[in-house]
């Protein structure tokens, strides 16, 4: 079953400093995955994706989020957090098991606090 | 502004009471999907469509109702909630097909059930 695991429920940087968020997956064959950020009392926006390509994914706010085929990961970093990015952060794959339900699975959630 | 818009954003009912949460997306999109919150969990999703008249279950779809009647609309109806029905509801939409991947999500609508 396809699966995505996102093991710190919290993660703590001070701004300035880079960040890390970590995800890993299981799918059965290519996968397709997503970083999502959820703000205090907003929906969910798009930060990027990987489909295939190059492993670096540039996407939006200054994030970017490396693809590792012999890890299963799919790590989101930014090279200097702000306070503003504090949030809570959502790693997801696409079902392509189910072809074409359109069915993001995803990950538990990371909960990002940068202090100034 | 392209948008999926939501209401009621908060609603506080009791057991038994039929609900209606709406979803409605300007963008013209074939695909879109009801997904819920809870903490631990991440989202799962509760039911989608592909398309007008066309809805199917996804991983939680147990006592949750669909409908698409129009292109624009795809609202969620709770016909006897429970308390482990409290949760945070996320509507989504995307254009239709295997090569469209980012989903428009709405604001999200938090239930308690008591």
């Known amino acids: 079953a396809q699966s995505v695991a996102q093991p710190e429920d919290q993660v703590n940087v001070a701004e300035g400093n880079p960040l890390t968020v970590k995800c890993t997956y299981s799918v059965s064959g290519n996968p397709y995955l997503f970083w999502y950020v959820q703000y205090p009392n907003r929906g969910l926006q798009f930060l990027l994706k990987?489909?295939?390509?190059?492993?670096l994914v540039k996407g939006s706010y200054g994030f970017e989020a490396e693809f590792n085929k012999s890890q299963t990961s799919f790590h989101l970093k930014k090279p200097s957090a702000l306070v503003s990015d504090s949030a809570l952060y959502f790693c997801a794959v696409r079902d392509g098991g189910s072809s074409n339900t359109g069915k993001l699975i995803f990950g538990q959630g990371t909960t990002l606090q940068v202090k100034p | 502004e392209a948008q999926v818009t939501q209401n009621p954003r908060y609603l506080i009912t009791v057991t038994g009471k039929k609900l209606t949460v709406t979803c409605s997306q300007n963008?013209?999109?074939?695909?879109m999907s009801w997904y819920r919150q809870d903490p631990g969990l991440g989202l799962r999703q509760i039911y989608y469509?592909?398309?007008?008249?066309?809805?199917d279950k996804g991983d939680v779809p147990e006592g949750y109702k669909v409908s698409r009647k129009e292109k624009r609309n795809f609202p969620l109806i709770l016909e006897s909630p429970s308390p482990n029905q409290t949760s945070l509801y996320f509507c989504?939409?995307?254009?239709?097909?295997?090569?469209?991947?980012?989903?428009?999500f709405g604001p999200g609508t938090r239930l308690t059930v008591t």
């Open positions: 989504a939409s995307k254009v239709k097909g295997l090569s469209s991947y980012e989903q428009y």
């Open positions: 469509s592909m398309n007008v008249e066309v809805t």
């Open positions: 963008m013209n999109h074939e695909y």
């Open positions: 990987y489909i295939t390509g190059d492993n």
